[in-house]
Each structure stands twice: as structure tokens, then as C-alpha cells.
Nanobody, 115 residues
């Protein structure tokens, strides 16, 4: 069974940085579109960033210019570098792998940004 595990979350002050990692096991990520999503209490889950198998990236408007998504297929890992963090970035961040006929989610990692 495919497993997707996020790490790197934590508590940081506004203006700080964090780097999230997402490791997939029992599958090879090369052919997947991968993404980071987040969900704050009382809000719907929203897209943070996507990266296709070809390396094309797409970002949510609220994080453009501050966050960078990347992937290392050799390590079966995806990253999210988050800079200039704001309190409104506080949420649980989820890793997503998707193909046409399958999709996998991690359990999430908490990011809390204090003002």
C-alpha cells in the first residue's frame, strides 16, 4: 500500500521560514503530479502549490513569491520551502500524489505561525 508522509512542520514566528518534506513509499513518484494543500480550522482545504511530472509548477495566489515547490524523484520526495511566513499561513499542510486513475494523501503536518 502506498504511504505518503509529511514532515517539517512546526511553530515559527511571522517572517520566518520552514521547509516541508513529503516522502512516498511503495510507489515511484516520477509519473505523478504532486501537490501541497492546506486546511485551516473552519476553512476548506485549498491548493498551496502543484508540480507536474515534467516540473511545471503552479501556486495559490496567497503564496506566490513566498513559497517554492520542488521534487527530487531520485529520493521519492517533494518539498515546500516556505519563506516570509504569515499568521494566515497557519494550517495543516497535506501532501498529495495524483495520476489520472489514482490519488494519495498524507495525514498532514501542522504549521503554526505566531504574530
Amino acid at each position: 500500500q502506498v504511504q505518503v508522509v509529511e514532515s517539517g512542520g512546526g511553530l515559527v514566528q511571522a517572517g520566518g521560514s520552514l521547509r516541508l518534506s513529503c516522502v512516498a513509499s511503495r510507489t515511484i513518484i516520477r509519473s505523478y503530479t504532486m501537490g501541497w494543500y492546506r486546511q485551516a480550522p473552519g476553512n476548506q482545504r485549498e491548493l498551496v502549490a502543484l508540480i507536474t511530472s515534467g516540473g511545471t509548477t503552479n501556486y495559490g495566489d496567497s503564496v506566490k513569491g513566498r513559497f517554492t515547490i520542488s521534487r527530487d524523484n531520485a529520493k521519492n520526495t517533494m518539498y515546500l520551502q516556505m519563506n516570509s511566513l504569515k499568521p494566515e499561513d497557519t494550517a495543516v499542510y497535506y501532501c498529495n500524489l495524483q495520476q489520472v486513475i489514482r490519488e494519495y494523501w498524507g495525514r498532514g503536518t501542522q504549521v503554526t505561525v505566531s504574530s
